[in-house]
């Protein structure tokens, strides 16, 4: 049973921050030549902000203790983003649950797939989402790092009013982490 449900929370945490993208190459339009041949480039703030950040680390030792979380962390890397999971033997309406930390270095807040409705709002000053996914299993507070880029924090297992107070804790610890 608890195999089952870690399978369930690692797939349900993993499934809430999907994001469609276009297949395909860029490739630049040939039609216009440029008029100078000094090149102008802004670094990219978000994938320079993220690239070596790493999610397991953005949870304290003492925030961990808190939430009940279990000291090793499950790690997963997908194109997209970076993730780090901890299960938790805490039981809220009869159910074991977990919580999670995602990077997204190339995905703001604006791609964020909801199960319902998104609601903005601001915890320490920063700009983020609440979201919900895998069929409202998961709870999601999504932080703006950059306009294209972004740190979730996630609970998943069981469902109503305690997760979002759980994923709102976990969210306040994890924001004075966050670059």
């Known amino acids: 049973m608890r195999r089952t449900l870690l399978t369930t929370t690692a797939a349900a945490l993993i499934l809430t921050a999907c994001t469609s993208t276009t297949p395909g190459t860029p490739t630049p339009d040939r039609a216009t030549t440029p008029t100078s041949t000094a090149q102008t480039t802004e670094p990219s703030q978000s994938s320079d902000t993220l690239a070596d950040l790493d999610p397991c680390t953005l949870l304290t ?6 939430l009940k979380g279990e000291t090793t962390p499950l790690e997963d890397e997908l194109p997209s983003s970076r993730s780090c999971r901890w299960n938790t033997d805490d039981v809220l309406d009869g159910a074991k649950f977990g919580f999670g930390i995602t990077i997204f270095p190339k995905l703001g ?15 320490n000053g920063r700009r983020a989402v609440k979201a919900t996914g895998a069929a409202g299993t998961v709870y999601s507070i999504c932080f703006e790092i950059t306009p294209t880029s972004r740190v979730d ?14 994923v709102q804790r976990l969210a306040e610890l994890v924001e004075p982490e966050l670059p």
């Open 61 to 66: 030792t003492e925030a961990r203790t808190e």
């Open 109 to 123: 807040v604006d791609k964020v797939n909801s199960y319902g409705p998104k609601t903005e709002i601001t915890i």
């Open 153 to 166: 924090v996630s609970y998943a297992g069981g469902d109503g009013d305690p997760k979002w107070a759980r």
